[in-house]
């Protein structure tokens, strides 16, 4: 069965120093793997999505994330934190399921406050 | 870039009222969803559609059905609104054709019920 546990509810750094996001999942087929930034009043928006292809993954804003499978890890680092980062962010696993249609489990988010 | 709009940002509803929640997506998408949101449990899926007029229960359907007429619509209602619906919306399209079904969610609709 799918789950993704999202490590911090919470997570709060100073601007100009690295954000660690952490994110396990458990999937019983090759997923895929997404991060989701939201903020305050908006919709999701996608930051960067793994598919099989490279393990480390760019995204939007100077996000990546690694996937790694031994550790069943997608963790979310940014070298150094921006004000305008501060919003929550959402780890995603899309499986194939038992009937072999997709099925997308969300984390229950981490909330990210920056500093000045 | 894909566009997901939703008929509403903010709406004040009544107890027991019947309430409509709109959502149009530009990008010829096969799946459309609706996900209520709530602190601390993350998203929860309401219903999904693969297809026009086809329509799936997703994680919590009870107190509200959907509606799909054309392709790029997909309405949520809720029969009799109670004050345990109260909570932000967000309807999400996205295209097979695309491995992993990376979803595009809407700005969101946050619902209170009075």
């Known amino acids: 069965a799918q789950s993704v546990t999202q490590l911090d509810s919470h997570v709060s750094v100073s601007e100009g120093t690295p954000v660690l996001l952490r994110c396990n999942y458990s999937?019983?087929?090759?997923?895929?793997l997404f991060w989701y930034v939201q903020h305050p009043n908006k919709g999701l928006q996608l930051l960067l999505k793994?598919?099989?292809?490279?393990?480390l993954v760019k995204g939007i804003n100077g996000f990546e994330a690694e996937f790694k499978k031994s550790e069943t890890s997608f963790h979310l680092t940014k070298p150094s934190a921006h004000m305008s980062d501060a919003a929550e962010y959402f780890c995603?696993?899309?499986?194939?399921?038992?009937?072999?249609?997709?099925?997308?489990?969300f984390g229950a988010g981490t909330r990210l406050f920056v500093k000045a | 870039d894909v566009k997901v709009t939703q008929s509403s940002r903010y709406l004040v509803k009544r107890t027991g009222e019947k309430v409509f929640l709109e959502c149009v997506q530009d990008?010829?998408?096969?799946?459309m969803f609706w996900y209520r949101q709530d602190p601390g449990l993350g998203l929860r899926l309401i219903y999904f559609?693969?297809?026009?007029?086809?329509?799936e229960k997703g994680d919590i359907p009870e107190g509200y059905s959907v509606s799909r007429e054309k392709k790029e619509r997909f309405s949520l209602i809720l029969e009799s609104a109670s004050t345990n619906q109260t909570s932000m919306y967000l309807c999400?399209?996205?295209?097979?054709?695309?491995?992993?079904?990376?979803?595009?969610f809407g700005p969101g609709t946050r619902l209170t019920v009075t």
């Open positions: 999400a399209s996205s295209s097979r054709r695309d491995r992993g079904y990376e979803q595009y």
């Open positions: 999937s019983s087929y090759s997923p895929s």
């Open positions: 793994y598919t099989s292809a490279a393990t």
């Open positions: 995603v696993v899309s499986d194939r399921g038992k009937t072999g249609g997709f099925k997308t489990i």
């Open positions: 990008m010829d998408h096969e799946n």
């Open positions: 559609s693969y297809d026009v007029k086809m329509k």
